[in-house]
């Protein structure tokens, strides 16, 4: 264990009474030695990482860690307690406390070294020797490995002062799994057949990689050396990924995954029994595991192959989920696959706009006249290329909503429902509705039974066929022309909007878009604007109301990063780091860059962002600013219409926001915010900030 511990950062009568006092007793010892630089934001690190998962583990171990920019080298330091801390294990208090720091760069040799400690810890003689040791510098060398248990053993025998623990009080998970494992039922063999071990591959990971990752692997291999099971296990932690053989899969009986971040490249595994459970449950119960895949095998249960279970949101989300639920997702399956046109289409038109002048709508086509030494050539280009672009918008998301329903079988009749809805100018509306009627329909012909001869040529053939022809007579005759009529009548109404009604719009479309910045509600409002604009000479009132929505989706991240500027006291050190990238994120039109300061605390951020939103929304519409643009954020300003009074506008949304947050959190009792808590919500805010890098 090198000197990553030394007897100086060992206490053998650790007297904290929380977890919180216990971290901050051995940090101090390595702030004394020069292996810590900044107590507090250390102890905020531990802190973020213990709200991700206790570190309690059964058998009374703790083992607070974290990686942090103000470790200067990997260190552990190890506490022993008399009365027990409470680390959120099932089986109650902690007496062996480690305290694990790695730089935020750690290297994976020393990654390798503190992963080695990791599988030690489910050795029950090492825990038991750790409870007898006598001496600091004996615990030290116990844990860099420079004396064994025995020899530990020996010396605590030899002065005669072990630590006093009754260690038959607190078994360790590994001893714990092994009793379990001793009743696992045995391989079925055929008689007068050489007995072949139950063979098992797994899988391991956790948050930072350091700690559970790889007592999970020691625990799952001890309890099948138990059970005479064949346990190889690939550990995805932060001392290296390496792949199990492709081979060792192939013959595995049965899976088990135990991992609380995603598994990569599950599909691996596809086809086999599989138990999928967190990492702590194959630290403190790998028997219970075992015997479950083995029991999974015995019955017959198998996973989905890759690819083969459900539609693309039922890959993506839970099989109990309601309707609503399922409706929203398919909705917006098809929205996030219209965006990207979106953006390219409207960029396009808008640089077209900006070279050529505003007269480039009425350009002839560049197949009969381009002069490549023309400006005006080259704008009415980028224009007609952005044009054909806009095509795509309605069929795409009508396209994409059945693909979300019903997979593959759903784009044909989609696109085609999308493309008979932009002929009789139904518009977004009638996308929408072809989208939904597309799904169904191909959704109510695969739950007809069809004759075995017949199956081969359904997807390719009898499905596109029978639900085009549906959809196309449900959209020509039946529901398009209402559909179209109320498309119509809402465009007039939009164009009809003056004074105080655009003002009224514009606050409410800026509520919107910060309302759950980037969800549901956001991209409605987002798609709103978008589709307004997506025809060749779309009306000022839709220009206006795209400006609106740019405007007010950049307020929040900027709000954000201005008020960690401001008042960064107010804000734990991961916030404030997150606050410098939403200067960016901010300024590119990209509402998710609030996030994670949204994630962190809601009650106040939320509503600060939507008061800034509507403002900027209302005072857009107000100033009569104008887009071409569906995105860019500040880097299309050349190409808005009053562009210093828009600015005006964002700025002013950014000041309300950035006040009302730092009123909302200067509120707030000391007692109610300690650097540790703080950290966690922002390190859990990071998270799931982390995980939407969806724009706008």
């Not at 702030?31 to 059964?58: N, S, Y």
């Not at 470790?71 to 801390?85: C, D, K, M, Q, Y």
């Not at 916030?575 to 990238?581: C, I, L, V």
């Amino acid at each position: 264990m090198s000197e990553m511990i030394t007897a100086d950062l060992v206490d053998l009568d650790l007297s904290a009474e929380s977890k919180e006092a216990a971290a901050r007793a051995l940090a101090e010892r390595m702030v004394a030695k020069g292996r810590v630089t900044d107590l507090d934001g250390f102890l905020a690190d531990v802190a973020a990482r213990e709200a991700q998962m206790p570190t309690g583990l059964d058998g009374g171990i703790g083992i607070p860690h974290c990686r942090s920019e103000h470790v200067t080298e990997p260190t552990l330091a190890f506490g022993r307690s008399a009365a027990g801390i409470d680390f959120g294990a099932a089986d109650g208090p902690a007496d062996l406390i480690f305290l694990i720091a790695a730089p935020a760069g750690a290297d994976d040799a020393h990654l390798t070294i503190l992963s080695s400690l990791a599988r030690q810890l489910m050795n029950a003689e090492f825990t038991d020797a750790l409870r007898e040791v006598s001496d600091p510098e004996t615990a030290a060398a116990l844990v860099r490995g420079d004396v064994t248990a025995a020899e530990a053993a020996e010396r605590a025998a030899a002065s005669g002062a072990g630590a006093g623990k009754d260690t038959a009080a607190a078994p360790t998970a590994a001893s714990a799994g092994a009793a379990a494992g001793s009743t696992a039922p045995e391989t079925p063999e055929a008689e007068g057949t050489p007995a072949r071990p139950f063979r098992i591959v797994a899988v391991t990971s956790c948050p930072t990689g350091i700690a559970h990752t790889y007592m999970a692997a020691e625990s799952l291999e001890n309890a099948g050396r138990e059970a005479g099971v064949e346990v190889t296990v690939e550990t995805q932690g932060s001392a290296g990924f390496t792949r199990l053989d492709p081979a060792v899969i192939a013959a595995a009986d049965g899976v088990v995954l135990a991992h609380d971040v995603p598994v990569r490249e599950k599909d691996r595994f596809a086809g086999k029994p599989t138990v999928d459970v967190g990492v702590k449950a194959g630290i403190n119960r790998p028997a219970e595991l075992i015997s479950e895949v083995r029991a999974k095998a015995e019955r017959g249960e198998r996973t989905a192959p890759a690819g083969a279970a459900g539609t693309p949101v039922e890959r993506a989300g839970d099989s109990t989920e309601g309707y609503g639920t399922k409706l929203r997702k398919w909705l917006m399956s098809g929205v996030s696959y219209m965006v990207p046109f979106v953006a390219a289409g409207g960029l396009l038109i808008a640089l077209g706009f900006a070279i050529g002048g505003w007269t480039v709508n009425k350009a002839p086509s560049v197949m009969d006249h381009f002069v490549w030494t023309q400006s005006d050539s080259w704008g009415a280009l980028l224009f007609q290329i952005g044009g054909m672009a806009f095509k795509f918008l309605i069929p795409v998301l009508a396209g994409y909503i059945a693909y979300g329903m019903a997979d593959r079988p759903g784009l044909v009749p989609g696109f085609v429902g999308g493309a008979i809805s932009l002929s009789i100018n139904a518009g977004f509306l009638g996308g929408l509705v072809a989208g939904l009627i597309a799904g169904g329909v191909v959704l109510a012909i695969q739950r007809v039974n069809i004759p075995a001869a017949m199956r081969g040529i359904m997807p390719v053939v009898v499905i596109p066929l029978i639900s085009s022809a549906v959809v196309g007579f449900l959209m020509f005759v039946v529901i398009g022309k209402p559909i179209a009529a109320a498309q119509k009548g809402m465009t007039d109404w939009l164009n009809s909007l003056t004074g105080a009604n655009a003002v009224l719009l514009g606050a409410l479309l800026g509520l919107m878009m910060c309302f759950d910045l980037g969800g549901p509600v956001n991209k409605v409002a987002y798609t709103f604007a978008t589709a307004g604009i997506a025809v060749a000479a779309p009306s000022d009132s839709a220009m206006k109301i795209m400006a609106a929505v740019m405007a007010a989706g950049m307020v929040p991240p900027l709000a954000m990063a201005l008020a960690t500027t401001v008042r960064g006291r107010l804000f734990t050190p991961a916030e404030r780091e997150n606050g410098k990238a939403a200067w960016v994120l901010g300024a590119s039109f990209i509402t998710e860059g609030a996030i994670p300061f949204a994630a962190a605390d809601p009650l106040r951020v939320i509503p600060s962002a939507m008061a800034g939103g509507a403002v900027t929304g209302a005072l857009s519409m107000m100033f009569g600013a104008t887009l071409r643009a569906p995105h860019g954020g500040i880097f299309v300003v050349p190409l808005i219409g009053n562009p210093f009074l828009y600015l005006v506008a964002i700025a002013a949304g950014v000041c309300v926001s950035t006040a009302l947050v730092v009123v909302l959190k200067g509120m707030r009792r000391p007692a109610q915010r300690t650097p540790a808590a703080g950290a966690a919500e922002g390190a859990a805010a990071g998270e799931k900030g982390s995980e939407q890098p969806v724009a706008a």
